[in-house]
């Protein structure tokens, strides 16, 4: 059944279906059907065929249709239940569930898939839109088009009438609107348009209303904005609305009044880029909108507590002012008025007949980035008929300035032309996109014409010293021509950098394109790549040289080109600053868009020496962001060979650098291996597999000898080392394998003006790893093939040799290594010196090997060095000895330091030897020569003496070895500790008697200069044959002293006190009465005695205030009884 063409509607298509139809026809009610019910397989729609339609208990009588409907389409579900009223007086009342609708699949909207489901009732009456009332339920409304959903739990909508207002109410999550007032929907939008064209006379035509049309009209609208973001993501995405967010009309014809206030917490709008991915928001906060329209007087206020364009253009007090009547008004806009970069504007706007606009800008000025730029002078713009007139616009600060004058039309003869003088790029990039920084100077002029058919422009534009993201790019200079045919511009021109021309440049830019927007070409020609350098780290990377040719192509989009093209570098170096090695290179560098990446494949790198390495490098992209850069080094004889088909060097230059203060090794290295850095994310991985070779030499210093506790000889200040070489290893990971082998020397130097180092040869493989929190590990053993110690203790200085096998162990911290290093001095020195196998005290001539050696274990950080003497031809007499010297840490010391100076031993208890007493004190004057420089803060020394005592037929014989000290504790120095200790050894012809030595000071300076101090003591006493026996081994004590230097006795401190003392008052009241009894009558000497007299408060005092009196005792009137 066609029912399209039987109704004449193109809406509706075939109808197939059975349905059954019971009523009368013909009656005097016309038509009716009392009960119809049916079944409908298709009922075609707006191009969709429906199906599963069925009307159940339905009838038509007297224009009105009760009954329920239910589909259940594929897309669509609805059930249907309740009555229309189709006659004059319209009557709808029923209610509709609606399941699913796929509006998309039904063609009433053009995304497939959106989709709306709803429950909804409905009771309204009425003619038309003017008498419509009742009420209108939806309790649940979803809809869904392009993945965005909204959904609205309830909305009610409620209308009434009465003879002087009607009322209009819808509720709902999004919003709260009342409506309150009479109106006529067929003529209030000419009504509202009138009253504005009291106002706009010119801008706004009068209309002519209907005769029958009401008087009168007004109404009042206030909406509260709830939850819009469901709906606004759907509808307007790019639009934002804070929640409270209120809306207040008032209108009335009668009165010609219109006002307009709006409040909101926030009004903002977002701005995609769809290349990038980014969105940016752009708002005004705060705001109060007050409007009045009264007759032909307009007052507008505008006000924003905040204002966000980007980063770089935020502004405060944003405030915008417009006052006037019948077309013509004065405007004032004006931000930051009482903080940083302020701004004012002042024009006049006069809409003039035939559509024409005058503005006049009267002197304003703005603020860039604390930069002052003013309008100075009136400038005038006019609107008119296809033409716009700019005279004299001038935006101007200090030496810039930008003008703008002209004219444009249709006429090829009329332009508009501006002049860029000195402008700072800088100044202005804050009106720019808030992702790029822009610095430079701009020179220029251009000009367009021809705006309103094909617009048409050329220029020449230079920017000296230009900077992108505080990147510098160089001077650019560009001369461009506006195509109007391909709606691009023709650029080309050139860039420098440095002085050097890096390349030549010409394409095309398309504004208005949303992609491919850019197509250019640039052209190097042996280009200087000196320029580079300016984005290195001089500490890492430096002496940049080289030159480039060839071409590549820059096309697509400009957020993200593609680029193309060969580059071959040539007579390229560089300088890495960490190595201090320099390199040569040369090669094609790749450019691949299908990639996203720059390629580098097997180009020679050659040292200082010659020497080959290959480099292959892919620095990868995503769009120019996300950067990521993998590079390989290879130095070893099968890369190198099978690449370049020549025979390799065996070795390449890896270090090469001299000492500096602080650094943590130096030297020359040369190694073969391979090397790999992989950078992405922010995050550096270095890994390198290398081996030692021929001619390296690396020197630590470790910071030389200090101090000496025991035979601690050797100390390693590792926190101070630490201090002075910071190394930042903020988001890199080393994983560096070394396998060390005897070609390569290590110097260990300990103190590099006395020349005390160790310097070795060795082998082992070393791990050495960092983490990007700067945590550095070791792991390995370094095992020592051959190698030396010069020991340096002044003015000791012998040459150590180090034992084969000994090792540096490490097993995580690098400074926790653990040593096991032994090394001796060979002196050839006679054992019998210190036996009672002497002849006559006179030593035989060296002719054994003894050894002196030196024993380092523990760890680097704190390294012990135990002394020993080993004599390999010793007879048993001899190792007796030695193990006696071994035992006891004091002599074992005392031989160890005679062989290396002396190169012969010391004779033990009751031995001597001729002639030694005299080479004791020169020893004893060395070592205190060499424990003299271990320590400023602690003063060592070293005796050694010898006594001879005769008492009748009675001698003796005293040896006494002592080890002194003083020191200064305290922040003002104020406790001094000294003290020796040392051993007695008294020979008798009785026996032999011990003694010990331990003499202890220790003073407290009371005052200042330290006259004065508290004293505590222990001595030794003197125990030889010719002293008391009877006394203890010790003295001790504590008392207070007193000591100062003087020439004469009024110099004296002491002396000077005490005369005050005499001069005194006190002294002469206490002791003047006792003198009295010494002296003459007319001679003595009477003190007056004053009494303590208590003033009284200020406040309590007497306005003639008495004056106290003293009256002394002899001069007192005694009191008669």
């Given at each position: 059944f066609q029912l399209g063409k039987m109704i004449a509607n193109p809406m509706f298509d075939k109808v197939n279906g059975s349905f059954y139809l019971s009523g009368v026809v013909g009656q005097a009610d016309g038509f009716r059907i009392e009960e119809i019910t049916g079944d409908f397989h298709q009922i075609g729609f707006n191009h969709y065929d429906y199906a599963q339609i069925s009307v159940e208990k339905a009838s038509f009588v007297n224009n009105v249709f009760t009954g329920a409907i239910k589909v259940d389409d594929p897309h669509v579900q609805l059930v249907y239940e309740g009555s229309i009223d189709v006659s004059k007086q319209k009557v709808f009342d029923f209610k509709a569930t609606i399941p699913k609708a796929d509006i998309g699949y039904l063609n009433f909207v053009k995304d497939k898939k959106a989709s709306f489901n709803s429950d909804l009732s409905v009771s309204m009456k009425g003619q038309n839109l003017s008498d419509f009332e009742g009420d209108l339920t939806i309790k649940q409304l979803y809809y869904q088009e392009k993945n965005k959903e909204i959904t609205i739990p309830s909305f009610d909508l409620n209308v009434e009438r009465s003879t002087y207002a009607d009322r209009l109410t819808l509720t709902s999550k999004v919003a709260s609107v009342e409506l309150v007032g009479k109106v006529d929907p067929a003529t209030i939008y000419e009504v509202v348009s009138n009253n504005l064209a009291i106002a706009f006379p010119t801008l706004i035509e009068k209309k002519v209303l209907p005769k029958k049309s009401k008087k009168g009209q007004y109404f009042d609208l206030v909406a509260v904005v709830g939850n819009p973001e469901e709906v606004l993501h759907v509808f307007a995405p790019m639009v934002g609305i804070a929640p409270g967010t209120k809306l207040a009309v008032h209108f009335s014809d009668r009165e010609n009044n219109t006002t307009?206030?709006?409040?909101?917490?926030?009004?903002?709008?977002?701005?995609?880029?769809?290349?990038?991915?980014?969105?940016?928001?752009?708002?005004?906060a705060g705001i109060t909108l007050n409007q009045q329209l009264e007759q032909d007087k307009l007052n507008t206020t505008f006000h924003a507590s905040n204002a966000f364009w980007n980063d770089s253009l935020d502004v405060a007090d944003f405030n915008t002012k417009i006052v006037g009547q019948k077309g013509v008004f004065v405007s004032t806009i004006d931000w930051n008025l009482q903080q940083k970069n302020p701004a004012q504007f002042f024009f006049t706007t006069s809409i003039l007949p035939n559509d024409s606009i005058h503005f006049i800008v009267k002197p304003s000025y703005f603020t860039l980035k604390d930069k002052l730029w003013e309008i100075q002078n009136t400038a005038a713009l006019t609107y008119s008929n296809r033409s716009i007139a700019i005279d004299h616009l001038v935006f101007?600060?200090?030496?810039?300035?930008?003008?703008?004058?002209?004219?444009?039309?249709?006429?090829?003869?009329?332009?508009?032309?501006?002049?860029?003088?000195?402008?700072?790029?800088?100044?202005?990039?804050?009106?720019?996109?808030?992702?790029?920084?822009?610095?430079?100077?701009?020179?220029?002029?251009?000009?367009?014409?021809?705006?309103?058919?094909?617009?048409?422009?050329?220029?020449?534009?230079?920017?000296?010293?230009?900077?992108?993201?505080?990147?510098?790019?160089?001077?650019?200079?560009?001369?461009?021509?506006?195509?109007?045919?391909?709606?691009?511009?023709?650029?080309?021109?050139?860039?420098?950098?440095?002085?050097?021309?890096?390349?030549?440049?010409?394409?095309?830019?398309?504004?208005?394109?949303?992609?491919?927007?850019?197509?250019?070409?640039?052209?190097?020609?042996?280009?200087?790549?000196?320029?580079?350098?300016?984005?290195?780290?001089?500490?890492?990377?430096?002496?940049?040289?080289?030159?480039?040719?060839?071409?590549?192509?820059?096309?697509?989009n400009s957020s993200s080109p593609k680029i193309d093209g060969l580059l071959n570098l040539s007579q390229g170096g560089l300088k890495v600053g960490v190595l201090g090695t320099s390199y040569k290179l040369s090669g094609p560098i790749l450019f691949s868009s299908q990639h996203n990446a720059f390629f580098i494949n097997n180009m020679p790198v050659i040292d200082e020496e010659g020497n080959t390495a290959v480099l292959t490098s892919s620095i990868n992209h995503e769009h120019f962001q996300n950067w990521s850069a993998n590079i390989d080094l290879w130095f070893d004889r099968e890369t190198v060979e099978n690449t370049y088909h020549r025979s390799f060097t065996g070795r390449f230059l890896v270090l090469n650098t001299k000492y500096n203060e602080g650094e943590v090794y130096y030297g020359k290295g040369y190694a073969t291996g391979y090397a790999n850095i992989f950078i992405q994310d922010g995050q550096t991985d270095i890994t390198l597999n290398a081996q030692t070779e021929k001619d390296t030499k690396i020197t630590v210093p470790m910071y030389g000898p200090s101090e000496v506790s025991e035979y601690d000889f050797i100390t390693i200040d590792v926190q101070k080392k630490l201090t002075n070489k910071q190394v930042d290893l903020t988001g890199i990971n080393l994983d560096l394998n070394i396998t060390a082998t005897p070609q390569a020397e290590v110097d260990l130097v300990f103190n590099?003006?006395?020349?005390?180092?160790?310097?070795?040869?060795?082998?082992?493989?070393?791990?050495?790893?960092?983490?990007?929190?700067?945590?550095?590990?070791?792991?390995?053993?370094?095992?020592?093939?051959?190698?030396?110690?010069?020991?340096?203790?002044?003015?000791?200085?012998?040459?150590?040799?180090?034992?084969?096998?000994?090792?540096?162990?490490?097993?995580?911290?690098?400074?926790e290594a653990n040593l096991a290093i032994s090394a001796y001095n060979k002196v050839n020195a006679s054992i019998k010196e210190l036996t009672a196998d002497a002849v006559g005290g006179i030593s035989t001539v060296g002719n054994e090997e003894v050894r002196c050696i030196l024993n380092i274990s523990n760890t680097i950080s704190n390294p012990t060095v135990q002394l020993d003497i080993d004599v390999p031809s010793a007879n048993e007499a001899g190792k007796q000895a030695l193990s006696r010297i071994r035992s006891n840490p004091a002599d074992l010391q005392q031989q160890f330091f005679t062989l290396l100076v002396m190169k012969r031993f010391v004779p033990l208890n009751g031995q001597t030897s001729q002639g030694f007493g005299g080479a004791t004190d020169v020893l004893a004057e060395q070592i205190n020569s060499a424990l003299d420089g271990l320590s400023k803060q602690v003063k060592f020394n070293v005796g050694y003496d010898t006594k001879s005592a005769q008492n009748g037929a009675a001698s003796s014989l005293t040896r006494q070895t002592t080890v002194g000290f003083q020191t200064a504790l305290g922040e003002n120095k104020s406790i001094l500790?000294?003290?020796?200790?040392?051993?007695?050894?008294?020979?008798?012809?009785?026996?032999?008697?011990?003694?010990?030595?331990?003499?202890?000071?220790?003073?407290?300076?009371?005052?200042?200069?330290?006259?004065?101090?508290?004293?505590?003591?222990?001595?030794?006493?003197?125990?030889?044959?010719?002293?008391?026996?009877?006394?203890?081994?010790?003295?001790?004590?504590?008392?207070?002293?007193?000591?100062?230097?003087?020439?004469?006795?009024?110099?004296?401190?002491?002396?000077?006190?005490?005369?005050?003392?005499?001069?005194?008052?006190?002294?002469?009241?206490?002791?003047?009465?006792?003198?009295?009894?010494?002296?003459?009558?007319?001679?003595?000497?009477?003190?007056?005695?004053?009494?303590?007299?208590?003033?009284?408060?200020?406040?309590?005092?007497?306005?003639?205030?008495?004056?106290?009196?003293?009256?002394?005792?002899?001069?007192?009137?005694?009191?008669?009884?």
């Open positions: 307009l206030d709006i409040t909101s917490d926030e009004i903002a709008y977002f701005q995609t880029d769809s290349l990038k991915g980014t969105t940016a928001k752009k708002y005004f101007e600060r200090d030496v810039q300035f930008i003008t703008v004058n002209g004219v444009l039309s249709d006429n090829d003869s009329d332009k508009v032309f501006v002049y860029l003088n000195d402008v700072q790029l800088e100044e202005f990039s804050a009106l720019l996109q808030d992702d790029v920084n822009l610095k430079g100077k701009i020179n220029g002029n251009f000009n367009f014409y021809t705006p309103f058919t094909t617009l048409k422009a050329q220029g020449e534009v230079t920017i000296q010293d230009m900077f992108v993201d505080d990147k510098s790019v160089g001077d650019i200079t560009s001369y461009a021509q506006w195509d109007y045919l391909q709606e691009r511009f023709v650029l080309s021109g050139d860039l420098d950098y440095l002085k050097f021309n890096t390349f030549n440049f010409s394409g095309y830019y398309y504004p208005f394109r949303q992609e491919n927007d850019i197509d250019f070409r640039l052209d190097f020609k042996n280009t200087d790549i000196e320029f580079v350098a300016a984005f290195l780290d001089p500490e890492v990377i430096s002496d940049v040289k080289g030159k480039l040719n060839g071409k590549i192509t820059v096309n697509g590099e003006k006395t020349g005390d180092a160790i310097s070795a040869r060795g082998l082992g493989p070393i791990n050495i790893t960092a983490d990007n929190f700067g945590k550095i590990q070791m792991k390995g053993q370094y095992v020592i093939a051959t190698g030396k110690y010069d020991f340096v203790l002044p003015p000791i200085k012998q040459q150590f040799t180090l034992v084969p096998g000994g090792s540096i162990t490490w097993t995580g911290d690098p400074y500790i000294s003290g020796a200790f040392g051993v007695a050894n008294s020979s008798t012809a009785v026996g032999v008697t011990n003694s010990y030595i331990g003499d202890m000071n220790i003073e407290y300076l009371i005052n200042n200069d330290g006259t004065f101090r508290l004293k505590i003591f222990n001595l030794s006493n003197d125990r030889g044959v010719l002293t008391e026996k009877y006394k203890g081994d010790f003295t001790q004590g504590i008392g207070l002293h007193y000591q100062e230097q003087f020439n004469e006795l009024n110099e004296s401190k002491m002396v000077r006190s005490f005369g005050k003392l005499f001069q005194s008052a006190t002294y002469k009241r206490l002791f003047s009465p006792i003198l009295n009894l010494f002296r003459r009558k007319e001679n003595k000497v009477f003190v007056k005695k004053g009494r303590n007299i208590v003033p009284l408060p200020a406040e309590n005092q007497p306005s003639s205030p008495e004056v106290p009196i003293e009256i002394a005792p002899e001069q007192a009137t005694p009191i008669k009884q």
